[in-house]
């Protein structure tokens, strides 16, 4: 079987109930009510850009890992070494 690099988007839903703490609550409805959408739509793209965002995350995580074993340079592979510590442990 053969994967594209861009796979179609689902377009059928499927019902999933969430708790959300209050402040996260108030500010999605907040947002809603800005851009004229439902508190679900918002739900949903807030999802999708965390879920983007973690991708992307992913993705540079491995372009830097690719650097490091190609760098032969000691000072950029210590630069890249505290960049990939840094996103894999935090601040």
């Known amino acids: ?25 108030r500010r999605v409805k907040s947002l809603a009510q800005a851009s004229k959408a439902s508190t679900s739509r918002v739900i949903a793209d ?7 965002a973690r991708d992307e995350e992913k993705k540079r995580f491995f ?9 032969r340079d000691p000072e950029e592979r210590k630069r890249i070494k505290e960049e990939l510590a840094r996103m894999t442990f935090g601040e």
């Open 1 to 25: 079987m053969v994967y594209r690099d861009i796979m179609p988007i689902e377009r059928k839903s499927v019902r999933q109930s969430v708790s959300l703490p209050a402040r996260v609550a």
């Open 63 to 71: 372009e830097l890992a690719e650097r490091l074993s190609r760098s």
């Open 46 to 52: 807030l999802i999708e850009s965390g879920l983007d």
